[in-house]
């Protein structure tokens, strides 16, 4: 039967008030619940060497290897003309590269140190955090240009920027301050003074101070838009807090800002558990609030939690239900068609909010392969693999796919068949979390391998996130899987939505007439998708107000195509053949290849993609366009 939303809902875009967290539990009772004095650490102390053999298991010995590659590491400055680049050219690397290479650098020295015991690796740690300590700003500058007062890139002393980056820098020196500061003071007691000052000026008052930066929710910045950084911040935020802080009333006030900031991202994003960023982003989605519940979880003794909840393991369970097979993925929008989550990560979710669909993908997909752990930015998320790895790799756990997935609010549509056929489609709107202008777009997949394709992201730059973003060429609807009607394509924002879409277990279809701007003059376009064995039926039926430009039914590959012979389009890609027919006396088939130079691009899909274009031959105000795509 199938199942029918309407969605025009979606063109408000109006957030539900679920309030997870909050309607279930009081200030006065997290702030009862708090452990403090770090009571909460399910790791070994510093100096208890047989249990850090235990929780190192094999990896002990790669992990310091990998520490004593930077114990003649030379630190990198950050100059101030590498976080001006950003202003001159857009390029955000020059910037980036530097300061990463340092955290990662600290992160493999504290992991090495931690796994050896012997003080070997501490100098060099020192050397690390004081140097980070010298710095303006631990912000990308990126983020300075648009989250600081001055919205420029360079950093000012004064301008605490809370972002992505600083606050991983925050949660690891957290971390190291929590674990080290006692054997740093047997070399001079300044360093960890000087470690502590830091974290609480940049990290702890600058988020108790601040409700103004939008990941917050709280200002109704980014058009109230909230997405990964919610979580994210405020999972480190949350950390930080809990290693640093142990005034009750001090560490409550950060906690329940926390939770209000996470409630307010759940009430944002879709509650059937569609990931509107797609899997790319699912770890630091729906992979940072299982962080951030799981230490609120651990803050509170375990009094504190919503993993019972359905959104939460909706939510969770997208990684799984997204996963075509070979390590290729369902994507939509900025994601990547490949990757998405750690399975380490991916199984403890799933244990946390009972999910076998979580474990035993997580299990079935790890069988087999070589694991490996190392100490970086994210120390949090590296001691819970630790903590949990012989419990993952003992896992017996298997999963099924399911050969139908419907999300009826994100409207992520996807179906699959004994005959090796996968197609994923979506509705929505043109105005979601890196959002694409691809209403009514679909990926199709033979035997696990990608052939009608969603290009994804290149390498972000200043113009990736600006008013230039739909300037980009895989940002624009003319070069996803949708028709261009009167020579126009979709355009971006929230009005610009699917509607009276439906789904059943081989078929979608959606009418995607208001995703387009009123110069295209489509009253009516509903785009169907039917599978029936190896084929893949495509349909568009439409009503125009006029007609003045012929129609354009675009497709995008990364196979060699053929269009030698009318109404036939034979792909080919990596020996999985499709064979696209048309009606030849209704279109003309072209062939446009883009060359790829971006490698965020082509180290997916190779040194070129393909856009088939089938071009009406004649005007017509109402008709009806049909294609089969088959399997060969």
Known sequence: MASVILCAALTARESEQRNLLQKRYTFEQVKSALVLDQKWVPYPDYQDRAGWDALMGGHKDDIIKQGERYLDYEWKVVKAMDYMEYELSGNRAIMEGP??????AIGALFAAELAEGKGRFIPQIINGVWHSCEMTSWSLSAHLASLSF????????????????????????????????????????????????????????????????????????????????TPWCTSNALISFMLMENDRDRLAQAVWKGIRSVDLYLNYVQGDGGIEEGPSYWGHAPGKLYDYLNALSMITGGKISIFDEKQVRDMGEYIVRSYVGDGWVVNFADASARGGGELPMIYRYGKAVGSDLMMGYAAQMQKGKPTSVSGGLDMSRYFETLRYEKEFLASDKSYTPSNYTWYPVTEFHYMSNPEGVFVAASGGYNNESHNHNDVGSFNLYYDNLPVIIDVGVGTYTRQTFSSERYNIWTMQGN????????????????????????????SFSADIADAYPAEAGVRKWIRSYTLSGKTLNVSDQFTLSKAEAPNQINFMTWGSVDTSKPGVVNVEVRGKKMRLKYDAKTFTAEVETIRLTDPRLSNVWGDEVHRISLKATKLQKSGKYNYTITKL
């Open 99 to 104: 300061l990463g290479a340092n955290n990662n």
């Open 150 to 229: 001055s919205h420029r890139s360079l950093p000012v002393k004064e301008d605490n920027t809370l972002e992505l980056t600083q606050g991983g820098m925050a949660q690891m020196f957290s971390w190291i301050y929590y674990y080290l500061h006692d054997e740093f003071d047997k070399i001079q007691p300044e360093f960890s003074k000087r470690l502590k000052e830091e974290l609480t000026y940049r990290e702890l008052d600058a988020y108790l101070a601040r409700d103004d930066f939008w990941w917050m929710g709280f200002s109704g910045g980014n058009n109230g838009m909230l997405n990964n950084w």
């Open 479 to 506: 070069y996803h899987n949708i028709p261009m009607v009167n020579g126009i394509a979709e355009a971006f924002g929230t009005r610009y939505a699917a509607k009276d879409c439906k789904s059943t277990p081989n």
